[in-house]
């Protein structure tokens, strides 16, 4: 058998359709963000990266900074186990009551990343409670829609952001099942936000959990960075918080935060979080100080939203065209995968700039897109220099302006 000629003929099938992902080859430096390095063949340039989900540069924040490496000086690199088995240490239970604290829930666990708490939460809730049925927006990211698939329950797939499409899927399945639905706030590429209020208020009608996935949320939103849930006030009505470390946080792991006997459950039966060697000590200690820090410095997210404004207003002026919506994600569309790998590589090599093709399977065919994430650390400069960039190329490219 020829298995390297089944691997090529596959991968050159996503070359052809232009959706073969490459790696752009980075240096980050240690408080020059959003400046990093680009390794290229001419050697390694200074480039602004605009599609960083370290949201706030709180991977680089000196307080974060410090903390993992004090950690890693006291008490070594890795965990040695799981949790069970001599892995467990006061740093994760520290960082575990930080998030408990940070959702105004009873308890929270901590995952090796966002995406294995999703898988390893939906995985175990579907198919440990008896009857349960899962109900997934449309638009779940893969992980939920892994964790789903995994728990083998009856599931039904609700239209996105529907809330009367939810409640006739409730409905549909009667009061005696255990009805479980599972949600995002904000939507990473579209950037578009969950009517949460309505959501709850559907859910509760039915007598069905709420699960929802804050991930792009979560240090962002509300007074203390608890998501929009909490800029809501709604925390208390949601059953199950699921966030990650890895993106505004700027470290690593992911969470559910949730009722002390729901977290004890999903302790006790995932198999994801089981089996997995914990998290290093050092890394919980530098996402402790930097969740800590983020629930009383609103200065990140006041500048944040700053910059996400301005990068808007200037790109309606430039003509550029960009998906609205109320979160701090910018899609400029550009509906073509070869297109947009071509834009995003002339940006990088001409103009310093890094902002990564996004292509389908990510998001859908024909819907292509540079998903733009301003952040704190982009100057006024930066926003003009990249708005120039984008305007040069809009002009040269033949794409379609927005209209005014
Ligand atoms: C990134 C992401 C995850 C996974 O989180 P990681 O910590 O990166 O594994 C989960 N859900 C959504 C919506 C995401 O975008």
Redesign the pocket.
């Known amino acids: 058998m020829d298995f390297d000629a089944i691997f090529r003929s596959q991968l050159d099938t996503l070359r052809e359709e232009g959706n073969y992902r490459i790696f752009a080859d980075m240096e980050r430096r240690c408080g020059a963000f959003p400046k990093a390095d680009n390794h290229c063949e001419a050697g390694r340039r200074e480039v602004t990266v605009w599609c960083s989900?370290d949201y706030l540069g709180m991977g680089q924040h000196p307080k974060v900074v410090n903390a993992m490496i004090e950690a890693v000086r006291a008490h070594g690199t890795g965990a040695g186990g799981t949790r069970n088995i001599s892995g467990n240490t006061v740093q994760h239970r520290m960082l575990e009551a930080e998030l408990a604290d940070l959702h105004g829930k009873e308890a929270a666990l901590l995952f090796t990343?966002?995406?294995?708490s999703?898988w390893a939460a939906l995985g175990t809730l579907g198919s440990r409670i008896p009857g349960a049925v899962i109900l997934s927006d449309a638009l779940n990211?893969a992980?939920?829609i892994e964790g789903i698939r995994h728990a083998r329950c009856d599931k039904a797939i609700w239209k996105h952001n529907d809330v009367e499409d939810l409640d006739r899927k409730l409905a549909a399945w009667g009061p005696d099942r255990a009805k479980i639905v599972a949600f995002?706030s904000v939507y990473?590429m579209d950037g578009d936000i969950a009517p949460i209020a309505e959501i709850v208020e559907v859910a509760e009608k039915h007598g069905a959990m709420t699960y929802i996935?804050e991930?792009?949320a979560v240090g962002m939103y509300g007074p203390r960075g608890g998501g929009v849930a909490e800029e809501l006030g709604l925390m208390d009505r949601i059953t199950l918080i699921e966030g990650?470390?890895?993106?505004a946080f700027g470290c690593?792991?992911?969470y559910i935060t949730g009722s002390a006997p729901l977290v004890d459950f999903v302790r006790s039966f995932a198999s994801g979080f089981i089996f997995s060697t914990a998290l290093p000590p050092a890394v919980a200690a530098a996402a402790t100080a930097s969740i800590r820090h983020l629930k009383e410095s609103g200065f990140e997210r006041a500048r944040q939203k700053r910059q996400v404004a301005k990068l808007r207003a200037s790109l309606d002026r430039a003509g550029i065209p960009h998906l609205p919506n109320p979160s701090h994600i910018i899609p400029v569309m550009i509906k073509d995968p070869v297109k947009c790998r071509e834009i995003s590589n002339i940006l990088m090599d001409r103009f310093g700039i890094y902002v990564q093709p996004i292509n389908y399977p990510t998001v859908p065919k024909g819907t292509e897109r540079l998903r733009i994430t301003p952040g704190p650390l982009h100057s006024d400069a930066d926003i003009d220099h990249l708005v120039g960039a984008l305007a040069e190329l809009w002009k040269h490219c033949a794409l379609s302006r927005a209209v005014a």
């Not at 990650?244 to 993106?247: D, P």
């Open positions: 989900n990343s966002g995406y294995v999703n990211h992980s939920m995002e990473s996935d991930v792009h990650t470390l890895g993106k690593m792991g992911g």
